[in-house]
């Protein structure tokens, strides 16, 4: 998919994969949202919705540097984001 | 067991439901509702906007609200954490602690129904072994841990082991999907290469519905029973074979697929186990990413309970399971409508290269 992203609509995007993704399907997704706790997400679901994300935004593997957990929609989004759109 | 039939349950008094959000959960206080209890009161870690008698309560980590603290005729306990990929502190936190911490609202007389699972016994059919290797994962050891508990605690309890928790018999419809919809999903977005089983393997399912109503006539019965007794709620013999059960789900998703204009998928292989541990996973490992190794690496948590050759043996036996499967396929796809429609990715077997590139 070739397409130039503003942070903000990429994000915007990440967050409805994450919400159309999810085992627990909740109105209102938030940067804020636990992917466990509110999302339902075990490590296995993120591991796929990290692939599904790397192939459409056609990246190659993203790894979190440092040692950082994914654990909030923002931990991902920051993740996706910084291998897409790299400073 | 039928809501029509629940004229027979004997209800009507207070009874409190955690994990209220849950698949088991919510079903039971529909039910509960359903059949005029007179209180039923449901407990949340974090209620949905707008929703009205639930409870938050972050049970184990905080301590009750005050609102819970009286008598109770029945407390179900639903809230669990189902994932196979925790930690044995995280499971211990989720499944444990949670009983212990229910034993401050608990009164004298107050009937426990608490939601275990079938596969608390583990390899060795018995849950008092305290040692992990004796269980396929953190997630059965704490179930098994929550058992101990619930004898020693509470002098009137029924523990329910269900087998894996499907949608409702008559749509399909769930609270949430987990278990063996993570089969489901990864056929859908082809991150399962294939499904690591053996021609005698049983994928035993049990409609939530179908559970509700046992676990609500269970609690309609509080003032009839003593001591601790165990349900164990599965199809048993009559469940079907894995290679079935996946073969009804991609043509359920494919009949869906087909209405919508989309190729259908390819079914995945059935390996055995030996064959993929001996020859394909050596194999493909050299020619994975990074991130499809890690994927088969996590799928592992899920291989046991698609090599599970010994039946359940219920005493609550479920029949007619198998025409569920392709009415909670549909359901899941409507409500996953991208993931459903995703273009088939398969692995392919390159004999240059082996399994392991996605097209």
Not at chain 2, 73 to 83: E, G, K, P, S
Not at chain 2, 205 to 226: E, F, K, R, S
Request: hydrophobic share 40%; net charge negative; charged share 25%.
């Amino acid at each position: 998919m070739e397409r130039e992203w503003s942070e903000y609509d990429l994000r915007q995007h990440i967050r409805s994969v994450i919400a159309a993704a999810a085992p627990i399907k909740n109105d209102v997704v938030e940067p804020t949202s636990q992917l466990t706790y509110d999302l339902g997400y075990d490590s296995l679901g993120v591991a796929e919705l990290v692939m599904m994300l790397e192939c459409e935004l056609e990246v190659a593997d993203i790894e979190p540097s440092g040692g950082v957990q994914i654990e909030l929609v923002a931990d991902l989004e920051d993740l996706i984001v910084g291998a897409v759109m790299p400073t | 067991m039928t809501r029509e039939c629940a004229a027979s349950s004997r209800g009507s008094g207070s009874v409190l439901v955690t994990g209220g959000s849950g698949i088991v959960g919510s079903e039971v206080v529909e039910l509960l509702r359903h059949r005029g209890w007179r209180e039923v009161v449901t407990v949340c870690r974090r209620p949905a906007r707008g929703s009205h008698e639930v409870v938050s309560w972050d049970i184990g980590k905080e301590r009750p609200p005050a609102q819970l603290l009286r008598r109770w005729d029945v407390i179900v306990n639903a809230a669990a954490d189902t994932r196979w990929t925790m930690s044995a502190t995280e499971a211990h936190e989720a499944n444990v602690t949670t009983v212990e911490a229910l034993q401050s609202v608990i009164g004298d007389g107050t009937y426990v129904v608490h939601v275990s699972t079938a596969y608390a016994v583990g390899l060795k059919n018995d849950v008092s072994s305290i040692k992990l290797e004796d269980y396929r994962n953190t997630y059965e050891w704490s179930k098994a841990c929550a058992e101990r508990l619930v004898r020693e605690a509470f002098p009137y309890a029924a523990i329910v082991r269900p087998t894996l928790v499907i949608g409702r018999r008559s749509d399909g419809h769930v609270a949430r999907f987990a278990g063996v919809y993570t089969l489901l999903r990864g056929i859908a977005a082809s991150t399962i290469p294939a499904v690591v089983s053996t021609p005698s393997s049983y994928l035993d399912v049990v409609p939530v519905d179908d559970l509700a109503g046992i676990i609500a006539d269970t609690a309609g019965g509080w003032g009839d029973h003593n001591g601790v007794e165990v349900l164990t709620v599965a199809a048993g013999r009559t469940a079907p074979r894995v290679e079935e059960a996946v073969t009804m789900m991609v043509l359920a998703l494919n009949a869906w697929r087909r209405e919508r204009g989309c190729v259908p998928h390819d079914p995945p292989s059935i390996v055995s186990p030996d064959s993929w541990e001996r020859f394909f996973l050596p194999f493909v490992r050299q020619h994975l990413s990074p991130r499809q190794r890690q994927i088969i690496e996590l799928l592992r948590h899920y291989e046991p309970y698609l090599q599970i050759t010994k039946p359940i043996e219920p005493t609550h036996e479920i029949s007619d399971v198998a025409p569920c499967l392709p009415r909670s396929v549909c359901y899941w796809a409507g409500a996953n409508e991208r993931l459903a429609r995703l273009p088939a990715r398969p692995w392919i077997m390159d004999k240059r290269q082996g399994l392991g590139r996605r097209r």
